[in-house]
């Protein structure tokens, strides 16, 4: 699936804290359901076999949304999966290390914290940058914290496309207007809802009135 900037408006990562009654593939497909633009697949506790067999599962309903899915840290499995791309983070496998054994249209991501590694990802060949923590991460306590306006100088600092992440949800999404982020990626603002597919319809709407 080609890459396009506006893929990141929503960006869903996945999180099995808040499995309950339903599966994690069902929560995926509420959230789909209202609208997430992008898909993360984050696991970290599952043996490759199983990572890869959910990745497949995952990657084809992604698909029947005509939304990426994209595998946290792991390119093994992204690569086995044929899921879309990876995202990393910067103490994972290098951009360039990726980039030189993907396929060409494999989206790469990469976390970035300050523009020195805004630059070297892009330079690396990484297509978007995930960038935070703009806010307290209920999913990483020990998250380094960025300003808004190191958001901005971030975010300017390159070509490619960046998305905001970081305890972000609806009540607080409005501080990064004018940020130049083409998105946000949250992980509890959707996955935590006692109604994914309206919650991510309502965080969707509140997104486009702050980043279009």
């Given at each position: 699936?080609?890459?396009?900037?506006?893929?990141?408006?929503?960006?869903?990562?996945?999180d099995r804290?808040?499995?309950?009654?339903?599966?994690?593939?069902?929560?995926?497909?509420?959230?789909?359901?209202g609208?997430?633009?992008?898909?993360?697949?984050?696991?970290?506790n599952?043996?490759?076999?199983s990572?890869?067999?959910?990745?497949t599962?995952?990657?084809?309903?992604?698909?029947?949304?005509?939304?990426?899915l994209i595998?946290?840290?792991n390119?093994?499995?992204?690569?086995?999966?044929?899921?879309?791309?990876?995202?990393?983070?910067?103490?994972?496998?290098?951009?360039s290390?990726i980039?030189?054994?993907?396929?060409k249209?494999?989206?790469?991501?990469?976390?970035c914290?300050?523009?020195?590694q805004a630059?070297?990802?892009e330079?690396?060949?990484?297509?978007?940058?995930g960038?935070?923590a703009?806010?307290?991460s209920?999913?990483?306590?020990n998250a380094?914290?960025i300003?808004?306006?190191?958001l901005?100088?971030i975010?300017?600092?390159?070509?490619?496309?960046?998305?905001?992440?970081?305890?972000i949800?609806?009540?607080?999404?409005?501080?990064?207007?004018?940020?130049?982020a083409?998105?946000v990626?949250v992980?509890s603002?959707?996955?935590?809802?006692?109604?994914?597919?309206d919650?991510?319809?309502?965080?969707?709407?509140k997104?486009?009135?702050?980043?279009?």
């Amino acid at each position: 699936m080609k890459f396009k900037k506006e893929m990141l408006l929503l960006y869903a990562v996945t999180d099995r804290s808040w499995v309950g009654k339903k599966t994690l593939s069902e929560q995926i497909e509420d959230a789909l359901k209202g609208g997430a633009t992008i898909v993360q697949l984050r696991e970290k506790n599952l043996d490759e076999e199983s990572f890869v067999l959910e990745a497949t599962a995952v990657r084809e309903l992604c698909h029947r949304y005509n939304v990426p899915l994209i595998i946290n840290d792991n390119v093994s499995v992204a690569l086995k999966s044929k899921a879309d791309g990876v995202h990393v983070g910067i103490e994972d496998t290098p951009v360039s290390e990726i980039r030189n054994r993907v396929p060409k249209d494999f989206i790469i991501g990469a976390t970035c914290k300050t523009v020195e590694q805004a630059k070297a990802a892009e330079k690396a060949g990484a297509d978007y940058m995930g960038v935070g923590a703009v806010f307290p991460s209920p999913t990483k306590k020990n998250a380094i914290r960025i300003t808004e306006e190191m958001l901005r100088e971030i975010v300017s600092s390159v070509s490619i496309p960046a998305v905001a992440i970081g305890g972000i949800n609806y009540d607080n999404v409005s501080e990064i207007k004018g940020s130049k982020a083409s998105g946000v990626a949250v992980v509890s603002a959707i996955f935590a809802a006692e109604n994914i597919e309206d919650e991510t319809a309502r965080l969707k709407e509140k997104v486009k009135s702050v980043i279009l």
